[in-house]
């Protein structure tokens, strides 16, 4: 796989501080490190900002060279707090079981790393997450590979407020010359050179109710969607229909077949039905996304990125254009306007 198309994915800038962080503790300049691979650590106060796949495998080669450490993924990791990972990571903290964190990392994945495909399976006592990549990230270098699945044993542990060890970890990447260190910093058996990256767990440990759960936070983009729902439709089978695109759309806009399959009625049944209401699958998809865009432009604190992600863009750069079609300025005009109304 070529650099170009590793190129093609970005992640969440603020997942640079981390890094930073253990440069500076290890005696390294972080912001000089930083500069050298094109990057500017001051832009890590923005939300919006991304990084491509590519700079930040730069990134990780060079801190490692610069440290003489191997494991350098995972020592960066250990930095990780909450807010890196912007909504997603206080829902996590807030979330009602460990289980409940990472099922949010599932849904919302492809929102902090583009190339990310997360996925959690269940067997017997046991759960596992796999975090796969998109073909168009196979370039990424095993450091990556380490910093993933450093952050999610990181913030599962936060998450839980106390120790909590996986049960394995398997790693997509070359078996290092200090496999122990990997063991130490994981808290849990690691194989190397495995087919995937995967986390194990007991269920029974990450099944357990949180004290510190707050469903209230956790759930914002919930009620964001319920004050949706109750404002925008009124009609049944166009509530139904919109009650589904709205589930779905983090995970790309979904076809209207998919969305009659989900409905459990055919093709045809579900065309007939929307157009004695007035509507079509197309119209309601489009208004759907205009009006979840005004809504989550309007909450303090939730970027563009994440609007974009959320609406089921591809890329923030297409959700921009289609935002600008929709209300004639971009989306951070809009924003803007809504926090400094016009005077009278």
Sequence with gaps: MTEQAVAGHSLLGTFVVPVAQALRQQGVDPVELVGQVGLDLAK????????????????LRCSIEATGDEAFGLVAAEQLQPQVLHSLGLAWLASDTVYDGLRRLQRFGRLVATGLEPRLEEEGDSVRLILGYDPGSAGVVPASRD?????????CRLTLGEFLAPVSVALQRPLPSQPERWEYLLSSKVIFDAPCNCITW????????????DPALARINDEHTAAFLDSFVARTTTREVVDKIVERLPDGP?????????????????????????TSFTDLLQDTRM????????????????TAYLLGFS??????????RWAGKSPAEYRDAVATPARG
Excluded at 204 to 211: G, R, T
Excluded at 315 to 324: D, I
């Design 315 to 324: 890329e923030p750069s297409t959700f921009s254009r289609a935002f600008k």
């Design 44 to 59: 890590a106060a923005n939300p919006d900002w991304r990084v491509s796949q590519a700079s930040f495998n730069e990134l």
């Design 291 to 306: 009006q979840l865009a005004g809504k989550y432009l309007r909450s303090p604190g939730r970027s563009v990125v994440e």
């Design 254 to 278: 979904p076809g209207q077949q998919q969305i009659a399959d989900a409905l459990h009625m055919s093709n045809r049944t579900l065309q007939r039905k929307l157009q004695a209401e007035g």
């Design 147 to 155: 910093y993933a699945v450093g952050i999610v044993n990181r913030m």
């Design 202 to 213: 007991y269920r029974a440990d990450i099944m357990e109710p949180l004290v510190t759960g």
